[in-house]
C-alpha cells in the first residue's frame, strides 16, 4: 500500500551523435527523416507503456532503437536512453533478468560517453537498484542506491529533488527489511528537502508524507499513520484534484489503516472511494484496479464472506493474467490470496493448488529466498500441516 517514486528517465529530443554539418543535403534530409522516426516511435512506446499495452510498447521502443542504430551506431546518449525505456516495461512486467541486462547496457553507454559522475549515470544506478529491490536483493539494491546518492549530493547538491528522492528510495529499502527507524531517518532527509525547495504544498512532499505513514502504518501506529495520510490526501486533493489515481492511492492506504485496526466499515468506504477513480480514470483492466479489488476482497475474506472476496480475487486476476501476464509477481500474489479463501473454507486441497500456482511464478522469476516466496511457503506448510 505504500506508494514509492518512480524515477523519471530524461529522452534527449534528438539522437546525440551526428554532425549534420559534415552531411550532404540528400543524407542530411534522411537522417533528419530518420531521426523524426526515433522520436515517433518513441512517443508511441511511451503512450503505449502508460496503458499497460507493453508489447504494443516493446514494439515501438525495439524500432526506435533500430532507427537511431542506424543513424548514430550503438554508443550514444538516445540508445542508453531508449534501453532504459525498455528496461522499464520488463520490470513492470516482472521480468527482473531482463530488465537488469537493458538496464546494463544504458549503464555501459553512459559511463563511457558521460563518465562516472553525470547525473544520467546516477540515474541508471538508481534504476538498478529499483530491479534488486523487487528482486528482494536488498543489500544489491542499497550499493546502487548509495552509488547513485554520492554522484547526486556532489553534483546536484544536497537540496536537489533528485538527492530527495534516493534518500526516499534508500528509506524504502530500509523498510522492507524491517529496520524502521532508519527508514523514517531518510524518509526525513527527503522530507526536508522537499517541503524547503518544492514547498508544503507540492505532490512529492505528498508522497513524503504517504510514505511516512506508511512505516507508522507497519509499526501498528495507526492514529499516527492517518494523520500522515491526511496531510498527504489534503495536497494531493488540492493540487491534483478528487479523480486524479495518486488521489486514489492514499484513499487507498487509509483504508488499509483503518483495515488493520478492524474497522472493517471504514476500510470498505476508502477502498470503495478508490476503486470509483481507478475505474473512471485507469479503467476496468488497470493494474491498480486489480489491486483494488485484491483489497476489497480481503475485507470481505476477513468478515468471513467468502463467496464476495472470491469473486472479487477472480476480476483481479482476469485483470492480471490479462494485463501483467500469467508469470508476474502480481499475479501470484492474488493466486496466493485466493489460496487463502479457499484455506478459510477449509478447502485445503484447492488452497494448495492455488499456492502452488503461486509459488511456481515465484520460484521462477523471484527465487526461494525472497519474502514473497517464503510467505506463500510457509501458508502452504501451514495447510499441509492440517491436512495431516
Known amino acids: 500500500m505504500r506508494l514509492i517514486d518512480r524515477e523519471v528517465l530524461t529522452v534527449p529530443k534528438r539522437p546525440l551523435s551526428i554532425d549534420n554539418k559534415q552531411l550532404s543535403s540528400s543524407v542530411e534530409k534522411r537522417v533528419q527523416e530518420s531521426a523524426d522516426a526515433v522520436i515517433n516511435s518513441n512517443n508511441l512506446a511511451k503512450a503505449f507503456l502508460e496503458e499497460r499495452e507493453y508489447a504494443k510498447a516493446l514494439e515501438h521502443y525495439k524500432k526506435a532503437l533500430k532507427i537511431n542504430k542506424e543513424i548514430a551506431g550503438e554508443y550514444n546518449v538516445f540508445n ?4 532504459s525505456y525498455i528496461a522499464q516495461v520488463y520490470e513492470e512486467q516482472g521480468m527482473y533478468g531482463n530488465a537488469l541486462e537493458l538496464h546494463q547496457k544504458a549503464l555501459e ?6 563518465g562516472l559522475n553525470h547525473p544520467e549515470t546516477a540515474t541508471t544506478y538508481n534504476n538498478i537498484a529499483s530491479v534488486y529491490s523487487h528482486q528482494g536483493e536488498y543489500i544489491k539494491a542499497l550499493e546502487w542506491y548509495q552509488k547513485a546518492l554520492e554522484i547526486r549530493e556532489k553534483i546536484m547538491g544536497l537540496d536537489h529533488p ?3 528522492t534516493t534518500y526516499n528510495n534508500i528509506a524504502s529499502v530500509y523498510s522492507h527489511q524491517g529496520e524502521y527507524i532508519k527508514t523514517l531517518e531518510w524518509y526525513q532527509k527527503a522530507l526536508v528537502i522537499r517541503e ?3 514547498g508544503l504544498g507540492h505532490p512529492s512532499t505528498a508522497t513524503t508524507y504517504n510514505n511516512i505513514a506508511s512505516v507508522f502504518d507497519i509499526q501498528g501506529n495507526y492514529s499516527k499513520a492517518l494523520e500522515w495520510y491526511q496531510k498527504a490526501l489534503k495536497i494531493r486533493e488540492k493540487m491534483l484534484g478528487l479523480d486524479h489515481p495518486n488521489t486514489a492511492t492514499t484513499y487507498n492506504n487509509i483504508a488499509g489503516a483503518y483495515y488493520s485496526q478492524g474497522n472493517y466499515y471504514e476500510a470498505l468506504e476508502w477502498f470503495q472511494k478508490a476503486l470509483k477513480i481507478n475505474e473512471k480514470v485507469l479503467g476496468l483492466d488497470h493494474p491498480s484496479t486489480a489491486t483494488t479489488y485484491n483489497n476489497i476482497a480481503l475485507v470481505h475474506s ?7 472476496a472470491l469473486e472479487l480475487y477472480q476480476k483481479a486476476l482476469k485483470i492480471n493474467e490479462k494485463v501483467l501476464g500469467l508469470n508476474h509477481p ?3 500474489s492474488t493466486y496466493n490470496n485466493i489460496a487463502g479463501v479457499y484455506s478459510s473454507q477449509g478447502d485445503y486441497l484447492k488452497a494448495l493448488e492455488w499456492y502452488q500456482k503461486a509459488l511456481e511464478i515465484n520460484k521462477g522469476g523471484l527465487g526461494f529466498d525472497h519474502p514473497s516466496t517464503v510467505i506463500i511457503m510457509d501458508n502452504m506448510a501451514l495447510v499441509k500441516d492440517l491436512l495431516d
Not at 553507454?109 to 558521460?114: F, G, M, S, V
Not at 476477513?302 to 464476495?308: E, W
Open 80 to 83: 542508453a536512453a531508449i534501453y
Open 109 to 114: 553507454i553512459r559511463e563511457k560517453i558521460l
Open 162 to 164: 533528485s538527492t530527495a
Open 196 to 198: 524547503k525547495v518544492l
Open 302 to 308: 476477513s468478515q468471513g464472506d467468502y463467496p464476495k
Open 330 to 332: 502480481d499475479t501470484a
